[in-house]
């Protein structure tokens, strides 16, 4: 397995703020994977021993069940990680995730990545707000799924994904209509007949996978 260069660890703000040698540290310990698309990184229910941080490539964090079905939690990215929960609460992985694109990962182990912890109260901190953040994610997407119509669920997941690109806000293009459907909870058919509502009222406009989302609709009530 390849090492993993101190300058790739000191782009991820998990570490932002660590003195050079303990980066120097954790690059010596840390192993590069790859992964072509599709591929599933880690699974729900397995026995844990790392944390991944995300170099380049996006993920799906998703459950699921044997016949297919799932549920995508969130999307990562570059400077992202995941694998934490069962470094820290010692069960097995609470989701699985897979690779949307061909992804790079730096991965570092328990025990490595404890005394590290051991050594940086700020990469706790850091943990902790990264863990409000998800359960805040969560719990939004608890009241979209009980209290929101299919609707306004793909507009606000739209309105979440949207990034700027020369000056319009468009969503992430590797995502299927499958994961949008998958992301709140309806079905590919019911994701298409609302993307088409929603472009028919000037909310979106679609070309090919591209889904630009109109100013309009970020000052809009949707539900
Ligand atoms: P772990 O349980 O070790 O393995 C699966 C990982 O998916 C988990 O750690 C987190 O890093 C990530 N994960 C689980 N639930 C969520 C969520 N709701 N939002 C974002 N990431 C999550």
Same mark, same amino acid.
């Given at each position: 397995? !390849?090492?993993?260069?101190?300058?790739?660890?000191?782009?991820?703000? =998990?570490?932002a703020?660590?003195?050079?040698?303990?980066?120097?540290?954790?690059a010596a310990? /840390?192993?590069v994977?790859?992964?072509?698309?599709? /591929?599933?990184?880690?699974?729900?229910?397995?026995?844990?021993?790392?944390?991944?941080?995300?170099?380049?490539?996006?993920?799906?964090?998703?459950?699921?069940?044997s016949e297919?079905?799932?549920?995508?939690?969130?999307i990562?990215g570059?400077?992202?990680?995941?694998?934490?929960?069962?470094?820290?609460?010692?069960?097995?992985?609470?989701? !699985?995730?897979?690779?949307?694109?061909?992804?790079?990962?730096?991965?570092?182990?328990?025990?490595?990545?404890?005394?590290?912890?051991?050594?940086?109260?700020?990469?706790?901190?850091?943990?902790?707000v990264? =863990?409000?953040? &998800?359960?805040?994610?969560?719990?939004?997407?608890?009241?979209?799924?009980?209290?929101?119509?299919?609707?306004? &669920?793909?507009?606000?997941? =739209?309105?979440?994904? /949207?990034?700027?690109?020369?000056?319009?806000?468009?969503?992430?293009?590797?995502?299927?209509?499958?994961?949008?459907?998958?992301?709140?909870g /309806?079905?590919?058919?019911?994701?298409?007949?609302?993307?088409?509502? =929603?472009?028919?009222?000037?909310?979106?406009?679609?070309?090919g996978?591209?889904?630009?989302?109109?100013?309009? !609709?970020?000052?809009?009530?949707?539900?």
């Open positions: 397995m !390849t090492q993993v260069s101190p300058i790739l660890l000191r782009n991820v703000p =998990l570490f703020g660590l003195e050079n040698e303990e980066i120097d540290k954790l310990v /840390a192993t994977r790859t992964f072509a698309k599709h /591929a599933v990184v880690i699974r729900e229910g397995e026995h844990a021993d790392s944390i991944y941080l995300i170099n380049s490539g996006k993920v799906k964090v998703l459950i699921g069940d297919g079905h799932e549920v995508i939690l969130s990562l570059p400077g992202d990680y995941f694998g934490e929960m069962s470094l820290i609460d010692s069960q097995p992985r609470s989701a !699985t995730v897979v690779s949307m694109e061909p992804v790079h990962f730096a991965v570092i182990t328990k025990s490595d990545f404890d005394r590290c912890l051991a050594h940086n109260p700020r990469i706790v901190t850091h943990i902790m990264e =863990l409000a953040k &998800r359960l805040r994610s969560a719990n939004s997407k608890i009241e979209g799924l009980a209290l929101m119509d299919v609707h306004g &669920r793909v507009a606000r997941t =739209l309105i979440q994904l /949207a990034e700027l690109h020369n000056g319009e806000m468009v969503v992430d293009q590797s995502l299927s209509q499958q994961d949008i459907a998958n992301m709140v /309806a079905s590919r058919e019911m994701v298409s007949r609302t993307l088409r509502d =929603l472009s028919a009222n000037g909310f979106i406009h679609v070309e996978k591209k889904i630009v989302v109109s100013h309009r !609709t970020f000052s809009s009530k949707l539900d």
